[in-house]
């Protein structure tokens, strides 16, 4: 139950800031893709993105996309432009890919955060590796079945709310 419940609730990536992180003692950010960092189809990384990439650099901290894209060059293509390592079909929940990005970078689940929009897929698979997870409401709610799914995650959302944030 409370391995649903997000550690802290953001609007955008933006907002996670890099200072704070790095107090936090972390050194490694694995991201969900689609309409947490970019919207569905955006092909390319943004300049937001890329400013808050190099913003990360500056602190030391890695930036690495955890995605479940079904679309075969979807994360290739995006992380190749943005000049960060990826794992394109994660499987998440399942905690096999949070455990070999953390191998590939060397760090601990303690000095990692996982940030995604989706609770049942980014925030339970954080938690079953032992990953703190920034929940990051979605940039477009664009068809039914998202916005389903989003009344769906509600009580979690009110969860972490009434918890307070963890990070
Ligand atoms: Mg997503």
């Known amino acids: 139950m409370f391995s649903l419940v997000p550690d802290r609730i953001e609007n955008s990536f933006t907002q996670v800031k890099p200072d704070e992180l790095e107090k936090n003692g972390i050194r490694l950010v694995l991201a969900d893709l689609d309409n947490t960092l970019a919207r569905y189809h955006q092909p390319d990384p943004d300049e ?16 690495f996309v955890v995605s479940n894209s079904r679309r075969p060059q979807r994360a290739q293509r995006f992380c190749t432009e943005l000049g960060i390592p990826y794992i394109g079909h994660a499987a998440k929940p399942h905690a096999e890919a949070f455990r070999e ?20 897929t980014d925030i339970l ?32 959302r009110a969860l972490c709310r009434l918890r307070g944030d963890r990070i």
């Open 101 to 120: 990005a953390m191998n590939q970078c060397g760090c601990r689940p303690e000095e990692t955060l996982m940030i995604g929009d989706q609770i049942f």
């Open 48 to 63: 937001g993105l890329k400013g808050w990439r190099d913003q990360l650099e500056q602190k030391g901290i890695a930036l």
């Open 125 to 156: 698979g954080a938690h079953n590796a032992g990953i703190r997870a920034i929940y990051i409401r979605a940039i477009a709610l664009d068809s039914a079945f998202r916005k389903i799914r989003y009344g769906i995650e509600a009580p979690f």
